[in-house]
C-alpha cells in the first residue's frame, strides 16, 4: 500500500460524526491536492476493508455524487441521522466541513 493510500485510509477514518470533508479537502490534507480521484478510488475499493465512514466524504458542491438514487438517499439518510445540515440537495458545508489541519502520521 502506498503512503498515500495510508493517509487517505487514517483521514478518512478520523473523520467525526456530523462533519464530512471533500474528496480533493483529504487529498490536500494527504499530501497531493491534486488527487481528489484518487481518493475517490481509495474510498470506493478500501471502505469495506478499514471500514471507513465513507459517507462523511462528498465533493466540493456539497453535493451526494452517487448516480444510483437508491445508495444516494441512503448516504444522505445517513448524513442526516448524524446530523449533518442539508440546504436543499445539498450539504451546508460551512456549518459541517471538518478541517483536521495538516497531516501527522501517528507513531506505532
Known amino acids: 500500500m502506498s503512503p498515500f493510500t495510508k493517509r487517505v485510509i487514517d483521514i478518512i477514518s478520523k473523520i467525526p ?37 465513507w459517507h462523511r466524504v462528498i465533493n466540493a458542491q456539497g453535493e451526494i455524487p452517487i448516480k444510483d438514487e437508491e445508495a444516494k438517499s441512503y448516504q444522505r439518510d445517513m448524513l442526516l441521522e448524524e446530523g449533518v445540515p442539508f440546504i436543499a440537495r445539498k450539504v451546508d458545508l460551512p456549518s459541517c466541513l471538518y478541517e483536521p489541519g495538516a497531516y501527522e502520521e501517528e507513531e506505532d
Do not use: E
Open 17 to 53: 460524526p456530523g462533519k464530512v470533508m471533500t474528496y480533493g479537502q483529504v487529498a490536500k490534507v494527504a499530501g497531493s491536492p491534486r488527487a481528489a480521484r484518487q481518493v475517490v478510488r481509495i474510498l470506493h475499493s478500501m471502505s469495506g476493508k478499514y471500514n471507513l465512514p
